[in-house]
């Protein structure tokens, strides 16, 4: 009994020291604004290039949210971490960070980005007047995968928000984007 629980203490430190270690890491390798705004832009324009029913969306949205790299890691305990920009058309409204805490049988690293079409004024509000949104919470969020994409046209779009996570790279199984805090940053 006495070494089970050893080890479980010591995969929660472990865990614990990686959570902060990509914390620190991805602070202070933050992105300055005009860094964070190309990569965006770039990361829409990609995410458009590869998935028609987003440039179908930005072409309808109030605004969007977009995240270009978020990194994740886990072990038993996970986090994820990353910044992004409000965009109305082309012009950056406000920053934005996301948060990530989870916990269960995961292991590894990856990273991603993530962007939010906000189709009605009241989501785009929310987002605005709400201190930090959580996904899961609030206007509705549809996450956009293959089988969505398919029933998806601007006579059908009747959520508050459509999602779209793409460039995932490394080794970690799953990833949602439910439970995640948004919250405004200063730049």
Do not use: C, H
């Not at 989870?102 to 993530?114: F, K, L, N, T, V």
């Not at 605005?128 to 059908?156: F, H, M, R």
Request: proline share 2%; net charge positive.
């Amino acid at each position: 009994m006495y070494n089970i629980r050893s080890y479980i203490r010591t995969l929660m430190l472990f865990a614990a020291t990686a959570i902060v270690s990509i914390s620190v890491m991805t602070q202070a390798n933050a992105a300055t604004a005009e860094d964070l705004d190309k990569d965006s832009r770039q990361a829409l324009q990609t995410l458009s290039d590869t998935r028609p029913v987003a440039k179908i969306l930005s072409r309808s949205a109030k605004a969007v949210l977009v995240f270009p790299n978020i990194v994740k890691a886990g072990l038993v305990f996970g986090g994820s971490y990353g910044e992004g920009e409000l965009l109305v058309g082309s012009q950056v409204i406000d920053y934005y960070n996301t948060v990530t805490g989870s916990w269960g049988m995961q292991i590894g690293a990856q990273s991603y980005g993530y962007a939010v079409f906000l189709m009605t004024d009241n989501a785009v509000n929310y987002l605005k007047k709400s201190n930090g949104w959580e996904i899961g919470v609030g206007p509705t969020v549809v996450v956009v995968d293959e089988g969505v994409a398919k029933n998806l046209s601007t006579s059908s779009l009747k959520d508050d928000a459509y999602a779209f996570i793409f460039s995932q790279q490394g080794l970690m199984a799953g990833i949602s984007i439910e439970g995640t805090k948004i919250s405004r940053i200063k730049r």
